[in-house]
Structures are given as structure tokens and as C-alpha cells.
């Protein structure tokens, strides 16, 4: 006789039946096999997700934390100097800024000629200060650009075992050399997006200008608002992976290949990059606190205490977003044409 043990009952399909040694007893259960996990579902993506976030921190951080601590010490001399030069001082004693700051101003109001003599100084100094925020602006695209392509590369090489077959000094150099292509991604995204905004706010624009009466304008505004939103949008979601391609390189500016990648996977891609960012957000929300502290301790504090909450804010950033679309692009492209993305 078959030793004690639960069988297949023969009574019943896709059951299991205790033997007792002797006889079959009354004691059953279901029969069921272990779900097969969909490689590409929510949770596999989330997990490859943080163990990329994770490797990147470890692998790069440092550098990616470097760029943007570079860039923040920049921006800040340049505040510095702008906000304590003598107009800037006269700007900043005729608002009375530092007293907005540190809490002691209370009801401050300008007459008319220090409004104009506020304009006019606020006029000079922008005007000043063009070429230095040309600088800034191409320095900034620049670090933003080689931070996404460090963490993007490094991200990219997570689960095959080989993220440490390449130096720190070889991944910097090879993101420095994607920079221009990332940037033009970024340029390329940024049009894109203004013209398919301008495009459906134009009967907008046309109605003011034609003075075609207040019922007529608020229609026209409600709607082109609205087709703004589901256009702007779609466009922002089905090109978002361009910057990340780009940073891996062999698609240009990877533009018509995120497009081609998101086809058929919309509210996939919305769901991920929303909690990518949810949890990004999430993480540099404390920092928050640490800027109201400075805020309340002058302006020197104050803006020491925002630039490196910016900083900061700018890592964590990266070291989330970018990993989590790496992971992303794989995904969709190992899936391309077997139908939507698993939740």
C-alpha cells in the first residue's frame, strides 16, 4: 500500500486527497501551481528599479553629486554677486527683502516712485546679468545632460554583471560624450512640446485678436485648454523616454524611438514615470524643512540653505528617475508588439 500522503483524488480533478496508509480519508485540498510572474509586470519593473537606483548611488553617486554641487556653487556666486552688488543692495533695502526674510517686515508698501525705481533697477541688473545667465544656462543643460547619461549608462549595465567592468573616469567620459546628444533630445522635446501647445491654443489667440466678444473667447479658451492638456500630455509621455535613449546611445535623439516604444503602452509608461516621480518627490520633501530654517536666518542662509536643498533635490532625481526608465526602455523593448505592459 502507498505510504501515508496527499495524492491526486480520484474523485475529483485538480485535488488533492489524504491516504492514511490504508484508505482514503475526507481531507482535501485544491490543487494549484505557482503563478508564473510576469517578467515585465508592475513589481518586476519596480524591483529592477530600486536594485538599478541602488547600484547607480553606489556605483556613481559621488559624481552625479559632484556635477550638481558644482553647478549649485556656480549659480550661487552668481546670485551672490548679482544680490549684493550696489544695485542689488538698493534693490533689495527699497523692497525691503532681507525684512521679508528674516520676518521682521510687516505691511510693506511702495509708493509709485519706488515701484518705478524698483523696475528700473530690476531692469538694469537683468540686463547686466544676460550674458553671465546665457553661462549659467548652458552650464546647467550641461550638468543636468551629464548626470542623466552617467546614471542612464550605469543603470543600463544592472543585472547583466557587468557594472563593474567599467571604471568611474571610462562611464564619465563616455556620458561627457553623449551630452550634446541628450541636450538635443531635450531641445528637441522642449519645441515639440511648445509648438503642439501653441498649435492648440491658436484659435485662442486668433479669437482675442479678432475681438470676438467675451462668450466666444471663454469657449474657445475652455476648449483649447483642455485639447492643450490631452495633447501636451500625450506628447510629453509618448517622447519621454528620448533623453534616456539618447544617454544609451544608437538611437539619435532617441525622439522617434520613444515613440515607437510607448505605441500601444500609454497608461503603462504614465503609471511607472508617475511613481518614479511620486517617490523622487517623496524623498526631497524633507529637505523642505531645512529651507524654511534658512529662510527664517537671513538671506545669506537662506540662500546657502537653497542651493543645497536644490542639490540635493536635483541627486535624488536622477539617482530615481533615470534608473527607473532604463529599466523602462528595456522592458518595452523586449515586449515590443506582445500587447500592453502587465499592471
Known amino acids: 500500500m502507498p505510504p ?17 496508509g490504508s484508505r482514503w480519508s475526507e481531507l482535501r485540498a485544491p490543487q494549484t501551481l505557482p503563478p508564473e510572474r510576469n517578467p515585465y509586470s508592475f513589481s518586476a519593473w519596480f524591483e529592477q528599479s530600486v536594485e538599478a537606483s541602488k547600484r547607480v548611488i553606489v556605483r556613481v553617486g559621488l559624481v552625479v553629486l559632484a556635477i550638481w554641487g558644482v553647478s549649485a556653487v556656480l549659480v550661487g556666486v552668481f546670485a551672490f554677486s548679482v544680490f549684493n552688488s550696489g544695485k542689488g543692495r538698493e534693490l533689495r533695502r527699497l523692497i525691503q527683502f532681507d525684512r521679508i526674510v ?27 546679468a544676460v550674458p ?134 500609454f497608461w503603462g509608461v504614465v503609471g511607472r514615470l508617475l511613481v518614479a516621480v511620486s517617490i523622487a518627490s517623496a524623498a526631497s520633501f524633507p529637505l523642505s524643512v531645512v529651507n524654511s530654517i534658512g529662510f527664517s536666518l537671513g538671506f545669506t542662509t537662506w540662500m546657502v540653505s537653497l542651493l543645497v536643498v536644490q542639490t540635493i533635490g536635483n541627486v535624488v532625481t536622477t539617482v530615481v528617475t533615470v534608473p527607473a526608465q532604463v529599466v523602462l526602455v528595456r522592458h518595452l523593448t523586449e515586449r515590443q508588439g506582445r500587447g500592453p505592459l502587465a499592471s
Open 132 to 265: 553671465w545667465i546665457v553661462v549659467l544656462f548652458v552650464v546647467l543643460i550641461v550638468a543636468s545632460t551629464w548626470a542623466t547619461a552617467l546614471a542612464a549608462r550605469v543603470a543600463d549595465r544592472v543585472g547583466s554583471g557587468t557594472v563593474e567592468d567599467v571604471s568611474r573616469p571610462d562611464d564619465s567620459a563616455d556620458a561627457i560624450r553623449r551630452v550634446p546628444a541628450v541636450a538635443g533630445a531635450l531641445l528637441a522635446f522642449s519645441l515639440i512640446g511648445l509648438g503642439v501647445m501653441a498649435l492648440t491654443l491658436l484659435p485662442l489667440f486668433v479669437a482675442v485678436a479678432a475681438d470676438a466678444g467675451g462668450g466666444a473667447i471663454a469657449v474657445t479658451g475652455i476648449f483649447g485648454f483642455a485639447a492643450a492638456l490631452v495633447s501636451g500630455s500625450l506628447v510629453f509621455v509618448r517622447l519621454s523616454l528620448a533623453m534616456v535613449l539618447a544617454s544609451l546611445g544608437g538611437w539619435g535623439l532617441g525622439l522617434r524611438r520613444s515613440w515607437q516604444l510607448t505605441e500601444g503602452h
Open 102 to 128: 528674516d520676518g521682521s517686515a510687516t505691511n510693506v508698501r511702495l509708493t509709485d516712485a519706488e515701484w518705478e525705481r524698483a523696475v528700473d533697477l530690476l531692469g538694469d541688473i537683468a540686463r547686466a
Open 4 to 20: 501515508p500522503g496527499w495524492y491526486p483524488d480520484p474523485e475529483s480533478a485538480w485535488t488533492w486527497r489524504w491516504w492514511d
